[in-house]
T-cell receptor
């Protein structure tokens, strides 16, 4: 059974701090690792990491995929109150067969950034 | 493009009632899926479809039915609502193109079963 585990489950920091969120996965025919941000509504896409793109960066957010360790981290530097959200990690399989879009999600990390 | 739309936004049911949550997308995506989200449990896959006429079960399919008669629509039916089905339901879609694992989510339906 496919599994994705995130840690920590919750995190409270102050503005300006740097945080690292962790995600480990066990997915049959793994192809990609995705990160989403969720703020009281639908998840919004942040990054997708595959074997051809194991490091992504956008502003203060960056993510790395470690295919050997079957894990990924999401870093947020100089956190702001607007970063407060649930961060979801998901892993998806390869294109073969009928499960190409099937994502397995982790439990999420609740990040709270205080001013 | 409206993207992925869901109706209703909120719904309250009594135990034993049935209802259908609607989901539609206008991006011509082949893949559509339904998730439920409960506190501390992330998103759990209920049912998914890789194209019209093809559906399959996800992690938590019991008590739910789906069908996919068109590419655009993927309704989720609750056959006989139970309090354990109180949750937020998200519909999502993705394509077979580049970045196909990226799923686009609808705004969600918050369901309460009394």
């Amino acid at each position: 059974e496919d599994k994705v585990v995130q840690s920590p489950l919750s995190l409270v920091v102050h503005e300006g701090d740097t945080v690292t969120l962790n995600c480990s996965y066990e997915v049959t025919n793994f192809r990609s690792l995705l990160w989403y941000k969720q703020e009281k509504k639908a998840p919004t896409f942040l990054f997708m990491l595959t074997s051809s793109g194991i490091e992504k960066k956008s502003g203060r957010l960056s993510s790395i995929l470690d295919k050997k360790e079957l894990s990924s981290i999401l870093n947020i530097t100089a956190t702001q109150t607007g970063d407060s959200a649930i961060y979801l990690c998901a892993a998806g399989p390869n294109a073969g067969g009928t499960s190409y879009g099937k994502l397995t999600f982790g439990q999420g990390t609740i990040l709270t950034v205080h001013p | 493009n409206a993207g992925v739309t869901q109706t209703p936004k909120f719904q309250v049911l009594k135990t034993g009632q049935s209802m259908t949550l609607q989901c539609a997308q206008d991006m011509n995506h082949e893949y559509m899926s339904w998730y439920r989200q409960d506190p501390g449990m992330g998103l759990r896959l209920i049912h998914y479809s890789v194209g019209a006429g093809i559906t399959d079960q996800g992690e938590v399919p019991n008590g739910y039915n789906v069908s996919r008669s068109t590419t655009e629509d993927f309704p989720l039916r609750l056959l006989s609502a139970a309090p354990s089905q109180t949750s937020v339901y998200f519909c999502a879609s993705s394509s077979r193109g580049v970045g196909y694992n990226e799923q686009f989510f609808g705004p969600g339906t918050r369901l309460t079963v009394l």
